[in-house]
């Protein structure tokens, strides 16, 4: 049943150590989208993916980068993740019309030690 | 730039009475599109209910309706009959046609239901 998945749901990473999340789709939708959320604050697009066309939002840190090797999965690459990244880490899909919802997938918590 | 606001960082309400969320937007559009958003403490964001700006009538799911105010900018959401399982963020969002397929979220609500 699970539409947009996460895995891990939680990663622990060291300082400067690379790490990865992972996002997958069942829905076949156009877009998928990486957001990072930390507490009690409304999603901050990092960027996101019109079928293979990438768009990156102005003000995300180069130390974040991401892969959309298929429809159906997404991947965000922190290259060297800072304290100041620990954060909940959310992925979501659409159709790409605006009338649209975003579907949300459960999300992925990241701390850095 | 589109702003989306709201103003309640936190509401609270009793089991069963009715609550309102206030949202308001600022946008030189016309036509676009609302939305308002929950966040359980699971975490996993779910759509509530949405409004297309060019539709006079307020859209209604169930427990949850909207007040649509075009001309003030204000998409209040409206809770009837609380449960328990409604405590969560709230959040706004607005996107439009010329918006990328982006969402413009406000602040969120930390809404608490009291048994």
């Known amino acids: 049943d699970a539409m947009v998945i996460q895995n891990p749901r939680y990663q622990v990473t060291q300082f400067g150590k690379p790490v990865t999340l992972s996002c997958s789709q069942t829905?076949?939708?156009?877009?998928m989208y990486w957001y990072q959320q930390k507490s009690s604050q409304a999603p901050k697009l990092l960027f996101h993916?019109?079928?293979?066309?990438?768009?990156n939002e102005a003000d995300t840190p180069d130390n974040f980068q991401s892969r959309r090797p298929n429809t159906s999965f997404c991947f965000l690459d922190i290259r060297s993740p800072g304290l100041g990244d620990a954060a909940m880490y959310l992925c979501a899909t659409s159709r790409g019309q605006p009338a649209y919802e975003q579907y949300f997938g459960p999300g992925t918590r990241l701390t850095v030690t | 730039a589109q702003t989306v606001t709201q103003s309640q960082p936190e509401m609270s309400v009793q089991e069963a009475e009715t609550v309102t969320l206030s949202c308001t937007y600022d946008?030189?559009?016309?036509?676009?599109?609302l939305f308002w958003y929950k966040q359980p403490p699971s975490r996993q964001m779910i759509l509530v209910i949405r409004q297309e700006a060019y539709k006079q009538q307020n859209a209604t799911e169930n427990r949850f309706s909207v007040n649509f105010q075009k001309a003030a900018k204000s998409f209040s959401l409206k809770i009837s009959d609380s449960q328990l399982g409604d405590a969560a963020m709230y959040f706004c969002a607005y996107t439009s046609n010329n918006a990328g397929n982006m969402l413009t979220f406000g602040g969120g609500t930390r809404l608490m239901v009291k048994p």
């Open positions: 993916y019109y079928d293979k066309d990438f768009n």
């Open positions: 829905l076949n939708h156009n877009v």
């Open positions: 946008t030189s559009e016309s036509d676009y599109y």
